[in-house]
């Protein structure tokens, strides 16, 4: 069984952490992805103006006002040579190979003396598919409660590529995870998640300011770490 990865969600909608395991492609930053959800999809800061260093009056090199008299030859023009005048002949038209004409290549048409394009990565960015993840569970959840009635919850989805994994938590905390289509059910470990890493390491930790806050994902390398080492130590994990 090969679990892909994990998801957390707020009682806001916005989604606080993230992590990968056997990902065959690595996501796209995203430009709304709060800071520290993940230092792979976490937009990095500007450096700002201020950060750049400034020359100091010390630092800049005094003009020489001095001058040396020397002996200086009259530039006279000269005409270029019968060589020079041959190679120039010889030389392709720019404007016609830029303009895509007979014979240049057509640089801006895409052609074979085209440059290649920067490669750019491929899928989404990780804000629209964490946007579309949640969207998923909220819509299933919705359509178990009116089908179903209240007594009734949604546990996972099944696809023919993977089998999505949930779990919802008393306060609203959203854990959902990722995982091949032939996984059993995977919600003891969400569980096994939140009773353990995140109960220790973001609710009883004073330093994680996450639990209200809308600007910023869980930042804390220690719950990184133990959610690794959980989803790792598990004998189904491969």
């Not at 800071?35 to 976490?42: D, E, F, I, Q, T």
């Not at 270029?80 to 392709?92: D, G, I, V």
């Not at 994994?165 to 959203?174: D, L, V």
Request: hydrophobic share 30%; proline share 10%; with cysteine.
């Amino acid at each position: 069984m090969t679990i892909y990865s994990l998801f957390i969600f707020d009682r806001h909608c916005q989604c606080i952490y993230y992590q990968d395991w056997h990902r065959t492609r690595p996501p796209r930053p995203g430009s709304t992805t709060l800071p520290h959800v993940s230092p792979a999809v976490s937009p990095s800061p500007s450096p700002s103006p201020s950060s750049f260093p400034t020359p100091t009056p010390t630092q800049q090199r005094p003009t020489s006002q001095t001058t040396t008299t020397t002996d200086r030859t009259p530039w006279t023009p000269t005409l270029p040579s019968q060589s020079q005048s041959a190679r120039s002949s010889l030389a392709p038209r720019t404007d016609s190979f830029m303009s895509g004409g007979t014979g240049g290549g057509a640089l801006g048409a895409g052609g074979e003396g085209a440059p290649p394009a920067a490669a750019q990565p491929a899928g989404l960015p990780f804000d629209e598919e964490a946007k579309l993840v949640y969207g998923v569970v909220f819509s299933l959840k919705n359509m178990v409660k009116k089908i179903s009635g209240r007594d009734d919850s949604f546990l996972s989805l099944r696809t023919s590529s993977y089998k999505l994994h949930f779990y919802e938590t008393p306060t609203s905390y959203r854990f959902v995870m990722l995982s091949d289509a032939r996984a059993d059910s995977l919600r003891f470990v969400l569980r096994q998640i939140h009773s353990g890493p995140f109960l220790e390491h973001v609710v009883r930790n004073p330093l994680v300011d996450v639990l209200d806050s809308k600007e910023r994902g869980i930042d804390s390398e220690a719950f990184r770490g133990a959610v690794d080492a959980l989803v790792r130590g598990l004998s189904v994990f491969n």
